[in-house]
Nanobody
Framework: QVQLAESGGGLVQAGGSLRLSCTAS????????MGWYRQAPGKQRELVASIISGGTTNYADSVQGRFTISRDNAKNTVYLQMNSLKPEDTAVYYC?????????????WGQGTQVTVSS
């Protein structure tokens, strides 16, 4: 099995910064894309940012220029640096990873970490 452990959420004032981390552990042969999604109350889960193993990144328009996704392949870890946070960034943030194991390839989700931005 694979586990994704997230950390770094919390409460911050508008304009502040937070850094999320997510580490994958378990029976892993390789990790392809890793990403962060978020879900605000009453809304659908949406992609925030993603990064493939080669380093190419993709961002939602709403966070472009404020958030930066990066990964440490040696540590099976993905990071999300969030700057200039806005109240509308408040949500539960979920880590996602596309992982190949001995028996196949599938996507895994973390348990979620709450990010709250006060105005």
């Amino acid at each position: 099995q694979v586990q994704l452990a997230e950390s770094g959420g919390g409460l911050v004032q508008a304009g502040g910064s937070l850094r999320l981390s997510c580490t994958a552990s378990g029976s892993i042969l390789s990790i392809h894309a890793m990403g962060w999604y978020r879900q605000a109350p009453g809304k659908q889960r949406e992609l925030v940012a993603s990064i493939i193993s080669g380093g190419t990144t993709n961002y939602a328009d709403s966070v472009q220029g404020r958030f930066t996704i990066s990964r440490d392949n040696a540590k099976n870890t993905v990071y999300l640096q969030m700057n200039s946070l806005k109240p509308e960034d408040t949500a539960v943030y979920y880590c996602n990873a596309d992982i190949t194991q001995l028996w196949g390839r599938r996507a895994y989700w973390g348990q979620g970490t709450q990010v709250t931005v006060s105005s």
